[in-house]
């Protein structure tokens, strides 16, 4: 069963003569054990696709199930519990806390849900991500795309059922941007994490087993590999 199962979604902001309609009736299954790129051009729906599917915001309508989940409709309490349990996130500006090393970071989640380190995890994790020899240093003393890195394992340190990436490449040269996606690509084939990315950043279809195309708020393409390889 895929990861993420989306049906007739809806999303309109706004009223009356300055209403918007940013989602406009969507389906959408994303396969577990993949890495989904949603693409398409600024402004075509693809934050907002994002936040929906990821419990951050409510459709107007239709349906949403994550990992066997419901989750349009729930209360906001238990999408609270919902996104910290189950759900991964990586964002444009890494979010990382300046005060913690790389390692206190990326044990973050773990240590707010006082739940223990899986040791085995966190070095399979670190190899996968090539953080071994970063581990005690500090936001400042990285680069973009090492911070980036310590922010993708911080995700994937619990195990979540899917990992949500808002434009992660956002905010990196092109060289650190590609070394960034291969990690992602690697999380997936390595640790069987389930990935979605959002990116206005063509080459990032490279890297994924799939792209979805958004144009005005409505699926206008997808693009599968028929071997579960790279696309492209
Ligand atoms: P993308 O991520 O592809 O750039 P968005 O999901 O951010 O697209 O936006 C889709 C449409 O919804 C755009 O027309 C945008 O202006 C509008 N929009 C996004 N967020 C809001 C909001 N909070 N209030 C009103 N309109 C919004
Ligand atoms: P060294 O002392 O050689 O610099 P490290 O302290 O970086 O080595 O890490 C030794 C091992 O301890 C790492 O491989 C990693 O598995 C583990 N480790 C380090 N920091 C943490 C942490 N915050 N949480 C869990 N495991 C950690």
Same mark, same amino acid.
């Given at each position: 069963?895929?990861?993420?199962?989306?049906?007739?979604?809806?999303?309109?902001?706004?009223?009356?003569?300055?209403?918007?309609?940013?989602?406009?009736?969507?389906?959408?299954?994303?396969?577990?054990?993949?890495?989904?790129?949603?693409?398409?051009?600024?402004?075509?729906?693809?934050?907002?696709?994002?936040?929906?599917?990821?419990?951050? &915001?409510? $459709? /107007?309508?239709?349906?949403?199930?994550?990992?066997?989940? =419901? *989750?349009? @409709?729930?209360?906001? !309490?238990?999408?609270?519990?919902?996104?910290?349990?189950?759900?991964?996130?990586?964002?444009?500006?890494?979010?990382?806390?300046?005060?913690?090393?790389?390692?206190?970071?990326?044990?973050?989640?773990?240590?707010?849900?006082?739940?223990?380190?899986?040791?085995?995890?966190?070095?399979?994790?670190?190899?996968?991500?090539?953080?071994?020899?970063?581990?005690?240093?500090?936001?400042?003393?990285?680069?973009?795309?090492?911070?980036?890195?310590?922010?993708?394992?911080?995700?994937?340190?619990?195990?979540?059922?899917?990992?949500?990436? &808002?434009? $992660? /490449?956002?905010?990196?040269?092109?060289?650190?941007?590609? =070394? *960034?996606? @291969?990690?992602?690509? !690697?999380?997936?084939?390595?640790?069987?994490?389930?990935?979605?990315?959002?990116?206005?950043?063509?080459?990032?279809?490279?890297?994924?087993?799939?792209?979805?195309?958004?144009?005005?708020?409505?699926?206008?393409?997808?693009?599968?590999?028929?071997?579960?390889?790279?696309?492209?």
């Amino acid at each position: 069963d895929p990861i993420v199962t989306a049906r007739d979604l809806t999303k309109v902001y706004g009223t009356g003569n300055t209403q918007v309609r940013a989602l406009d009736g969507i389906d959408v299954d994303l396969a577990r054990g993949e890495l989904t790129a949603i693409m398409g051009p600024s402004g075509s729906g693809k934050s907002t696709l994002m936040h929906c599917l990821a419990g951050l &915001d409510a $459709p /107007t309508s239709g349906t949403i199930v994550v990992d066997g989940v =419901e *989750v349009s @409709g729930m209360s906001q !309490r238990r999408l609270t519990a919902l996104r910290r349990t189950r759900i991964g996130f990586v964002f444009q500006s890494y979010n990382l806390v300046p005060t913690l090393t790389a390692a206190e970071n990326i044990t973050l989640p773990l240590d707010i849900a006082r739940a223990p380190v899986d040791r085995e995890r966190f070095d399979m994790i670190v190899r996968t991500l090539e953080l071994s020899d970063r581990l005690h240093h500090r936001p400042t003393e990285l680069s973009g795309g090492q911070q980036q890195r310590v922010a993708c394992a911080r995700a994937l340190i619990a195990a979540p059922a899917v990992v949500f990436a &808002d434009e $992660p /490449t956002g905010n990196l040269d092109s060289t650190s941007a590609n =070394e *960034v996606l @291969g990690f992602l690509r !690697r999380s997936v084939d390595e640790l069987g994490q389930s990935v979605v990315m959002v990116t206005h950043e063509p080459m990032a279809a490279a890297y994924a087993h799939r792209a979805v195309f958004l144009a005005d708020g409505r699926l206008e393409a997808e693009l599968r590999s028929p071997d579960s390889d790279t696309i492209l």
